[in-house]
């Protein structure tokens, strides 16, 4: 799905945001869960923001992040409970399938509490 440059760049602005924000709270504060749920969090809108940035900057489109990216984690306590899809714990598969499909992670969405 081909994004304008104009969208790139205020979806880019939104997630900086969001990630200082995020970088903001006092993670001794929260609960083991919530900080779990944090530092995942931050990681994936880190990602989100190198993804943007590539192709703002090339134009290139990443089909697998494995390939740019062999440090990408797996991550066994994965929060999502679809435990069946193949790429359960593997991030940057997931990141890449759901924004290919128009969609957030379900790690990355928000919860109503």
Known sequence: MPYS????????KALLSTLHKCEKIDLAKQAKSQRTLLERRISALKLAL???EKEITTGEIMTTLETA???CPTVPECPCPKTDCPNH???CSCVVKHREGGNLPFCL???NS
Do not use: S, T
Not at 5 to 12: K, P, R, Y
């Open 5 to 12: 440059q104009i969208e790139l760049e205020e979806a880019h």
């Open 50 to 52: 190198v993804l943007i």
């Open 89 to 91: 714990g593997k991030c």
């Open 109 to 111: 969405r928000e919860r």
């Open 69 to 71: 990216n062999p440090k």
